[in-house]
Nanobody, 123 residues
Framework: QVQLVESGGGLVQAGGSLRVSCAAS????????MGWFRQAPGLEREFVGA????????LYGDSVKGRFTISRDNAKKTVALQMSSLKTEDTAVYYC????????????????WGQGTQVTVSS
């Protein structure tokens, strides 16, 4: 049974930092590129970033570039999103996703999705 379980969301003040993580099971983690997406109420899902299978390459959405960092640990089957210089517009539910293939910013190309974790940035 495939599972992606996000954790670490919460409430943080603007300008602060937060780290969310995703634990994977039920599939060959090292064979998948991993991505993070987010969705705020009333808005479309937005690509945040992705990391390649071995962790050597990353891709970020323009709105988070330079502020967010993705990393993965294939031995632990986890992927993390370190967020800094947070803004109120970063408030959203953050989703972890996995896909067999290379880096992609396109949600439909991802095979597995987590349930999401809420991140709220207050002013």
């Amino acid at each position: 049974q495939v599972q992606l379980v996000e954790s670490g969301g919460g409430l943080v003040q603007a300008g602060g930092s937060l780290r969310v993580s995703c634990a994977a099971s039920g599939f060959i983690f090292r064979d998948c590129a991993m991505g993070w997406f987010r969705q705020a109420p009333g808005l479309e899902r937005e690509f945040v970033g992705a990391v390649s299978r071995a962790g050597g390459s990353t891709l970020y959405g323009d709105s988070v570039k330079g502020r967010f960092t993705i990393s993965r640990d294939n031995a632990k089957k986890t992927v993390a999103l370190q967020m800094s210089s947070l803004k109120t517009e970063d408030t959203a539910v953050y989703y972890c996703a996995a896909q067999y293939g290379g880096l992609s910013s396109k949600g439909p190309e991802y095979d597995y999705w987590g349930q999401g974790t809420q991140v709220t940035v207050s002013s």
